[in-house]
């Protein structure tokens, strides 16, 4: 048994590992220009990273996922627009998520939106009911022009 359990355990930490490495940007127009460079989509999410649910949900079931972080990496640029409770924010960030909620016209979390580097929106999700990271990620393949 020890035998199986440890190389599954290695596996998972790797897993892990990974999933942590994905690169969140705070800065939209900043993220903008790193797609454009790179000839990626922006992936933006607006979301109650401390109380909302559904934000939990889609963090744990696709966000934090090895193979999100590896689609992620070498597709997009992640940008996160957090609106927490209990973390803390600078005032300026806060500032700067308000007027991208409005911008884009942000009425529940979570919602992402799929940007091309010109800004133009390709897709977009408002909340989150579950789904497996592979669905997602075809999702998310099938915007690539």
């Excluded at 949900?57 to 070498?74: C, G, N, P, V």
Aim: proline share 3%.
């Amino acid at each position: 048994m020890k035998k199986i359990l440890f190389p599954l355990l290695a596996l998972f930490c790797a897993g892990q590992l990974i999933a942590a490495d994905a690169d969140w940007m705070t800065d939209l127009s900043k993220a903008q220009a790193k797609a454009k460079a790179e000839k990626k989509l922006l992936f933006v999410e607006f979301t109650g990273s401390d109380w909302c649910p559904p934000c939990k949900k889609l963090k744990s079931e696709i966000l934090s996922t090895a193979d999100f972080a590896e689609y992620a990496k070498k597709n997009l640029v992640l940008v996160q627009l957090d609106f927490p409770r209990s973390k803390e924010q600078s005032a300026e960030l806060k500032k700067a998520n308000q007027e991208l909620s409005k911008k884009f016209g942000v009425r529940g979390f979570p919602t992402v939106l799929v940007l091309d580097g010109e800004g133009k929106e390709l897709d977009r999700q408002v909340g989150f009911g579950g789904g497996s990271t592979k669905d997602y990620v075809a999702k998310l393949d099938g915007l690539k022009k």
